[in-house]
Each structure stands twice: as C-alpha cells, then as structure tokens.
C-alpha cells in the first residue's frame, strides 16, 4: 500500500524556525517533493529530494532519510507569508510515468 | 514565461451532468498530469498524458476521462457528475515522462450542486 502522514497542523512565531516532518510507505521511490500551497491556490514547488541528505535553498531547506522513509522540510527566519499548507508528495516507481502520490499537508500558522 | 493555464476557473454544475476542463502546459513541456484536490486533502493523481498517450492512470471511476492533444494541451472530462467530485481539478505539466519536477497550474474549481 501507499500512506505518507504528515502532522495535520502547527504553529510558530515569526523569526522562529520550524520542522514539518513526513514519513512515507510506498511500493517504489523515485524521489520527494515539497510543495507549498497558500489557501485557494495551486500548489508551488519547494524542493526535490532523490538522494539522502539535506538540500538546502535559501530559508527552506529539506532533509531526506531513504531507509527510515523519512523527510523533513526546515523553514528558518519565519515570515507570515509562510502561513500555508506544505504538501509532501512521493513519486512512486511503481506508478507509470511520474504520478505524485501525496500527503494531506500540514498547515502552519505564523503568528506575530 | 507562461505558467500552467487552466480553465475555466469556477464552474458550477448539477448532478449528472458532464464537465470539461482545460489545460495548457508550459511552453515546451510536454506531459500533463491531472489531480484531484478536495477540501482539507492532499492532491489525488488522477491522469498522466505524454506524447499524447496515457502514461498513468489514479484509482477514479471510468466517468473520468482525459486526452491530450498534438500542442500538448489537455482536456479531462467528467461524466454523471455526483455531489463528490466537488472539488479543485489541477494539472500540472513537465518536461518529459521522467524524473522532472511538476508544476501546478491555477485550478478549476467545481461545485456540483
């Protein structure tokens, strides 16, 4: 079967740092992503993580565990335009082509 | 550079009617995946198109369908709308079949009434 679980929510101050983590059970792997998604807009693209390790991109960076199927997505300096929903997607070798299997976000709230 | 575009924005429909929605990948990507985004969930995979061909298909019923056309667009049609397939319809498009990032257009948002 195919399960990621994120925690459902969190919240944090600005300046602050949080860590949104994601565990995921999956068929195959072919890499994971970060996605953030503000209410009542598409999904936009944080990172890619295919090898283990930390890939870092200015205030987001994004760790990632294959043995332990595990990732985490760090934000450091927190701005209240970070308040959104962060989607961990998997693409899962066993799908065709390159279907992203995802998780049901994490909405983090930033507060002043 | 235009992103992924997708329309119509909102529509509103009642059951058992049918719908078609559109979509226009990046200039130069040419394959398109279609997902489903209900309130408080993550995006279901529902299509992928590449060259025209479908490359993968989600667990959705048959009145859900999809084409993809010679300049790369996209269409995904709806059949016998029910009460449940209120929802966010995104598609994203990538370069190729492989191992690229997807990028997300805006989203059709429909309400079956």
């Known amino acids: 079967g195919q399960n990621i679980d994120q925690p459902t929510e969190m919240t944090a101050t600005e300046g602050a740092i949080v860590q949104i983590n994601c565990t995921y059970q999956t068929s195959g792997f072919n890499g994971l992503f970060w996605y953030q998604q503000h209410a009542g807009e598409a999904p936009t693209f944080l990172s890619y993580n295919v090898l283990d390790g930390l890939e870092e991109k200015g205030r987001f960076s994004s760790f990632l565990s294959r043995s332990k199927g595990y990732s985490y997505l760090l934000l450091k300096e927190l701005q209240m335009k970070d308040s959104a929903s962060y989607l961990c997607?998997?693409?899962?070798?066993?799908?065709?082509?390159?279907?992203?299997?995802f998780g049901k976000g994490t909405t983090l709230s930033v507060s002043s | 550079d235009a992103g992924v575009t997708q329309s119509p924005t909102h529509l509103i429909k009642t059951r058992g009617q049918h719908v078609t929605l559109r979509c226009s990948p990046i200039s130069g990507h040419k394959s398109v995946s279609w997902y489903q985004q209900v309130l408080g969930q993550g995006p279901q995979f529902i299509f992928q198109?590449?060259?025209?061909?479908?490359?993968g298909r989600g667990n959705f019923p048959d009145r859900f369908s999809a084409r993809q056309f010679p300049n790369y667009s996209s269409e995904l049609n709806v059949n016998a709308l029910l009460l449940g397939d209120s929802a966010l319809y995104l598609c994203?498009?990538?370069?190729?079949?492989?191992?690229?990032?997807?990028?997300f257009g805006p989203g059709t948002r429909l309400l079956v009434l």
């Open positions: 994203a498009s990538s370069l190729h079949s492989g191992s690229e990032t997807q990028y």
């Open positions: 198109y590449y060259e025209k061909e479908e490359r």
């Open positions: 997607a998997v693409r899962d070798e066993d799908q065709a082509g390159t279907a992203l299997i």
